[in-house]
């Protein structure tokens, strides 16, 4: 069963406006950590933000904030303030906490275009 | 964080050539691990690198087409053997840290088998 999932593959944003990125998870582990990955064309993963499943607040990076909401499993992603140089790809991820292995699982990713 | 290098940074290879990637981060980290992505799609675990012994490997991974090395705590090699054009992919060192559960990644190796 797919854990991960991104149903927008790809957006459009005006630059210097907000864009929200969709992601909802599954997991039965109440221990468990989600994270947002940029991916540029040069191909490296590029760490943004962190949640964890315990925190009680929404994370917030800078330009980059979560939109936690436990009771509906969504972890999306809002950029502020659109810039040319975040067009790329996004991937949501997660990984379960609990027991041994932590393996992180990534969704499918969204193509985020920033339109001048 | 980490600094995670990776050498090489991209390849073009031959068809039934092998070639080994390297994996060097700036401090001890607990776990490393190996992804690949193929060319438009999202990333997918190889396995997890073990520090003294025998990695991990996920469904459809096997030591055989992908050993794997990791002899301390900084550093890990990937080998992608007898390669064909399919194995043309991004191949993405990873590593968790002992102080939390963040995971950060490596520039990655860009592969192309001809």
């Known amino acids: 069963a797919q854990k991960i999932t991104q149903t927008q593959p790809g957006m459009f944003v005006q630059e210097k406006e907000a864009v929200t990125l969709d992601c909802t998870y599954d997991t039965s582990d109440p221990s468990y950590g989600l994270f947002w990955y940029k991916q540029p064309s040069s191909g490296e993963m590029i760490f943004l933000i962190y949640?964890?499943?315990?925190?009680?607040q929404n994370a917030t990076e800078g330009r980059y904030s979560l939109n936690f909401q436990k009771a509906r499993k969504s972890a999306n992603l809002v950029i502020s303030a659109s810039q040319l140089g975040d067009s790329a790809m996004y991937f949501c991820a997660m990984r379960e906490l609990s027991g041994g292995y932590q393996k992180v699982t990534f969704g499918t990713g969204t193509k985020l275009q920033v339109i001048p | 964080s980490a600094v995670i290098s990776q050498k090489p940074s991209r390849d073009i290879c031959q068809r039934g050539t092998s070639l080994t990637i390297q994996c060097q981060v700036d401090?001890?980290?607990?776990?490393m691990f190996w992804y690949r992505q193929q060319p438009g799609q999202s990333l997918t675990l190889i396995a997890t690198a073990n520090q003294g012994s025998e990695a991990t490997y996920e469904s459809g991974f096997v030591i055989d087409k992908f050993p794997i090395s990791r002899p301390n705590l900084t550093f890990s090699t990937l080998t992608v053997s007898n390669m064909s054009p399919e194995d043309s992919s991004i191949y993405l060192c990873?590593?968790?840290?002992?102080?939390?559960?963040?995971?950060?990644f490596g520039p990655g190796t860009r592969l192309t088998v001809t």
């Open positions: 990873s590593v968790a840290m002992a102080q939390g559960p963040k995971q950060y």
């Open positions: 949640q964890g499943s315990y925190d009680q």
């Open positions: 401090s001890q980290v607990t776990m």
